[in-house]
């Protein structure tokens, strides 16, 4: 099936929050896109399965030639489906070649001390860019506009993104997500240089068929390769 309302939301971080308090925390970033608009943007940092964690990896020198066209983007969302024109900046991880999978490591959620989970690692990158007032582009599904209060951050309508994250290679319950060109992520444009981050499970399968369906189980630090 695929995620629904996949795309990407452009625009400037506002606030953050660590969500500690519930069984699948998430680390929750305010984003305002177009006309003012707020955007919760929920970033997975633990996984609902036992058997998994997260995945994470950061290029603070990420190759920009690759995303400018991200530059050219208005604020807000913009919807990334096959049948929409700017389909061609779609993000797959397998197929995309945008960083070496085998230099993603699994980290914990929240471990007392400094720099040294996976909560501290992303808030780094989004208090520098809220201090400089960078472009951040976050890409997952969108979902809302909901009548209702923001339960993180209180605006009104609740509205956001999230799967924010690897979109293939899911087996079970989370089958229903996979689609080729449909990953999560984020990039943050800064002066001088732009960084990417990239999240997914350990659970997940790297291996995968057009529909983005497992083919057999190759984990990131396996030799994979596009499959037809």
């Not at 609902?48 to 807000?76: P, R």
């Not at 996976?118 to 860019?129: G, H, P, Q, S």
């Not at 732009?194 to 369906?213: E, N, P, R």
Request: net charge negative; aromatic share 12%.
């Amino acid at each position: 099936m695929t995620v629904e309302n996949y795309g990407v939301l452009k625009g400037i971080v506002h606030d953050t929050k660590r969500e500690v308090d519930f069984d699948t925390p998430h680390y929750q970033v305010d984003v305002i896109g177009e006309n003012n608009t707020h955007y919760r943007c929920a970033i997975n940092v633990m996984s609902s399965s036992a058997q998994s964690e997260v995945l994470y990896y950061a290029d603070d020198h990420f190759n920009a030639s690759e995303i400018t066209h991200l530059q050219n983007l208005q604020n807000g969302y913009t919807s990334l489906h096959e049948d929409a024109a700017n389909h061609r900046i779609a993000l797959d991880y397998v197929r995309g070649h945008l960083f070496d999978p085998a230099k993603m490591i699994p980290l914990p959620h929240e471990v007392t001390g400094e720099n040294n989970d996976l909560n501290d690692f992303i808030e780094k990158y989004m208090t520098k860019a809220k201090k400089e007032s960078a472009p951040v582009y976050i890409y997952g599904s969108k979902f809302g506009p909901e009548n209702q209060k923001d339960k993180i951050f209180g605006f009104e309508p609740t509205n956001g993104m999230h799967n924010i994250h690897m979109n293939q290679g899911n087996s079970g319950r989370w089958k229903k997500d996979n689609g080729i060109y449909h990953d999560g992520g984020i990039f943050i444009q800064f002066h001088d240089d732009w960084v990417a981050i990239f999240l997914a499970f350990l659970t997940q399968s790297w291996c995968t068929d057009k529909k983005g369906d497992p083919i057999k189980f190759c984990g990131f630090t396996e030799p994979h390769k596009e499959y037809e």
